[in-house]
Nanobody, 117 residues
Framework: QVQLVESGGGLVQPGGSLRLSCAAS????????INWYRRAPGKEREFVAG????????AYADSVKGRFTISRDNAKNTVYLQMNSLKPVDTAVYYC??????????WGQGTQVTVSS
């Protein structure tokens, strides 16, 4: 029943925008830090952005700061990643993660983002 489902990925040209969604079922985001990670082909997984429950504090990787925005809709139990000014280096599978310390750690299946002309 515990499930995270990412959506919104696709093919976009450099400079374009996409909005990714992460919807939770079987639990609520209350108390969790929600993160977006990505894995490019042949590369290690890297942190992209995160949003805390408390005060909705956010954090971003330097590579996406100023271009990406993470937000949450508590009523919909959904977290979003707005991605603007996309670059080819942003091409990756993007994963949603819900975490509380080392006690809870849930992952979605990933959604493909491809930035190409």
């Amino acid at each position: 029943q515990v499930q995270l489902v990412e959506s919104g990925g696709g093919l976009v040209q450099p400079g374009g925008s996409l909005r990714l969604s992460c919807a939770a079922s079987g639990f609520t985001f209350s108390g969790y830090t929600i993160n977006w990670y990505r894995r490019a082909p042949g590369k290690e997984r890297e942190f992209v952005a995160g949003i805390m429950w408390t005060a909705r504090g956010t954090a971003y990787a330097d590579s996406v700061k100023g271009r990406f925005t993470i937000s949450r809709d508590n009523a919909k139990n959904t977290v979003y990643l707005q991605m603007n000014s996309l670059k080819p280096v942003d091409t990756a599978v993007y994963y949603c993660n819900a975490r509380i310390g080392t006690t809870y750690d849930y992952w979605g299946q990933g959604t493909q983002v491809t930035v190409s002309s």
